[in-house]
């Protein structure tokens, strides 16, 4: 088992920026993929950047250039630095974990972002 807490988020401007972390703990070795994904009121849960063990890093498209993965495995932890927030963005994010092909969620974070 993995459990994940997050933290950050909020509300902010367009333009703003924000920084949410996660730490995870339990069988913490295992854990390969870590990342955040959102999801927006009325849409599917995405993707928005994903980070392996290895560092190996997958983002969406709409947050390249913007979002950066940040991961340090000594400290089981994942941080997603969020720049030039717009509207669109506006979701609540969850961390996430992979292990064994078993997939782990937190309990989400709302970011806001106003216009």
């Known amino acids: 088992q993995v459990q994940l807490v997050e933290s950050g988020g909020g509300l902010v401007r367009a333009g703003g920026s924000l920084r949410l972390s996660c730490v995870a703990s339990g069988n913490i070795f295992s854990i390969n993929a870590m990342g955040w994904y959102r999801q927006a009121p009325g849409k599917q849960r995405e993707l928005v950047a994903v980070?392996?063990?290895?560092?190996?890093?997958n983002y969406a498209d709409s947050v390249k250039g913007r979002f950066t993965i940040s991961r340090d495995n000594a400290k089981n932890s994942v941080s997603l630095q969020m720049s030039s927030l717009n509207p669109e963005d506006t979701a609540v994010y969850y961390c996430?974990?992979?292990?064994?092909?078993?997939?782990?969620w937190g309990q989400g974070t709302q970011v806001t972002v106003s216009s």
């Open positions: 996430y974990a992979e292990s064994y092909g078993l997939d782990y």
């Open positions: 980070r392996t063990r290895g560092g190996n890093t």
